[in-house]
């Protein structure tokens, strides 16, 4: 293991998010709030360790697969740690795990909230809480990458972080792939909020929901969520929270005018149409309670698409739905977004790869010499991205399992309990019952929060990091 490296990468994690709190700092200080203090003094404490650390040179820069699943875990667990300290010392989040759980839940996108008072808090830390949507959405050692001299290695750090079952390098460097991927999710973000200006929205809440739409996250600021903006605003939520779902490598063929090549996405093609189907039966499903078709197809595509895509923002209390729209958000809640998106849950990809091996292994069934391969996207998938895929969904059931075990010890209905690990380790943040739109996750013990801490670190690393980080086989010296 090269413990070197490892916390040579570290100390360039606390120097980037110290640099970032300035954002929050001059937040606080245009608004004229105390906090900025609190947030001055673990934006110099973060730059000054992380600066202390880096001075040491390494004398070993290679990064294998093992070290690049540690790096990844223990950043993310660090990122969570030291975005933490603002709200725990300025005392809005008086509680150390309700601090780290808002700040996990904020970084890994979930958009799950202990608060009970989100108008509440200071203006400065409620821009910091929607800035860990923006800054995790793309992932900060994807950011480090693009802004830092780089190795050959650095792509297995890359693949750990990233979401999917497969991650390639779009351009010959992973630090030229790296700052085309921010490239395009800075464009798209700059592009929401100047919308979102335009139709009238305040420029605070522009910046914060804009955040929270980018890195599919679902962090408002106001205690109804997104009810109170105008149907203009809703609607191009709607429409953004759709494209940050999507793969980013579409986006990279756009770019570099490669249309043959997005014509072939598979994975975009069947995540529309999940989406666009998903729609229709919700607006069905509640067209009888809304009694207006306008505003039933608007709350169906919004909740649908805030779902589907793990972002979590709410026009209307789907807890009140009926039974088939609510099994329609649960089901889209374990589908996802497209890999490669800032986007949680299971993964369209992997839907479709299982989907795929299932109706392979009917076949062979009734033609027991047939050899047939499989392909995504005009490719042939490889086995051992089969493998990682099918370990992938064996590793999500246990874990899922083993929290559900843990939260129902709380004494919720099973509803609440369920969802709750749901959205947490889908990264979605509302649930149903106790965890829905208008509820929150305060109720929950110590031991309970600790664990969805865990599943969304878990979930939004796609599992292996954090279970190679706690196995014992990983820290043996061979």
């Known amino acids: 293991m090269n413990y070197g490296k490892i916390v040579h990468i570290l ?16 937040v606080a200080l ?17 730059i000054v360790i992380g600066t202390l650390i880096r001075m ?25 740690l030291v975005g933490a300290l603002p709200f725990w010392i300025s005392g809005e989040i008086p509680d150390f795990t309700d601090a780290y759980f808002e700040s996990a839940s904020g970084f890994t996108t979930t958009g799950a909230s202990i608060l009970t008072d989100i108008e509440a808090m200071s203006h400065g830390l409620l821009f910091w809480r929607s800035l860990t949507h923006w800054i995790g959405g793309m992932g900060v ?18 693949k750990a972080e990233s979401p999917g079952p497969s991650v390639e390098k779009m351009l010959p460097k992973v630090r030229q792939t790296a700052m085309v991927l921010y490239s395009i999710y800075l464009g798209l973000t700059v592009l929401n909020i100047l919308l979102l200006m335009i139709f009238g929205m305040p420029i605070f809440d522009s910046f914060c929901l804009a955040f929270g739409a980018a890195g599919t996250g679902g962090f408002g600021v106001r205690n109804d969520s997104i009810a109170s903006y105008s149907p203009a605003c ?9 494209l940050f779902g999507v793969n980013f490598k579409l986006y990279f063929l756009i770019i570099f005018r490669k249309f043959k090549d997005v014509l072939k996405s598979e994975e975009v093609l069947v995540y529309t149409i999940i989406y666009v189907v998903s729609v229709g039966f919700v607006t069905f499903g509640i067209l009888s309670d809304v009694g207006n078709f306008g505003t039933a197809l608007r709350d169906g595509a919004f909740q649908v698409a805030s779902v589907m895509t793990t972002t979590g923002y709410a026009t209307a209390d789907f807890n009140l739905w009926g039974s088939m729209p609510k099994a329609i958000m649960v089901m889209v809640m374990f589908i996802g977004a497209c890999a490669g998106s800032t986007g949680g849950g299971m993964k369209v990809s992997r839907w479709i790869l299982w989907f795929k091996q299932l109706k392979c292994e009917l076949s062979h069934f009734l033609h027991p010499r047939s050899v047939k391969k499989i392909r995504l996207e005009g490719k042939t998938v490889d086995g051992e991205t089969l493998r990682t895929t099918n370990v992938y969904l064996m590793a ?38 106790v965890v829905g739109p208008t509820g929150g996750y305060s109720a929950f013990s110590i031991l309970s ?11 939004r690393l796609e599992l292996f990091p954090m279970l190679i980080l706690f196995a014992p086989s990983t820290w043996k010296r061979r």
């Open 11 to 26: 100390g360039s994690l606390l120097q980037v998010e110290g640099f970032l709190l300035a954002l929050p700092l001059l």
């Open 30 to 46: 245009l608004y004229g709030e105390k906090c900025w203090m609190h947030l001055a003094i673990v934006m110099v404490g973060a």
């Open 56 to 80: 040491k040179k390494v004398k070993r820069t290679q990064i294998h697969a093992k070290e690049g699943f540690v790096i990844t875990a223990l950043s993310w667990l660090l990122l969570s």
């Open 141 to 158: 050692l994807v950011f480090i990458l693009a802004v830092l001299p780089s190795n050959a290695d650095d792509m297995n750090i890359m």
């Open 234 to 242: 809703q609607i191009i939520l709607t429409i953004f929270m759709f």
């Open 396 to 433: 999500y059931v246990l874990v899922f399992g083993v929290s559900l075990l843990l939260i129902s010890f709380d004494g919720f209905d099973l509803e609440s309990t369920f969802t709750a690990v749901a959205a947490t380790q889908n990264n979605i943040g509302p649930g149903l019952g």
């Open 449 to 459: 929060k600790w664990v969805m801490i865990f599943d969304m670190i878990a979930g």
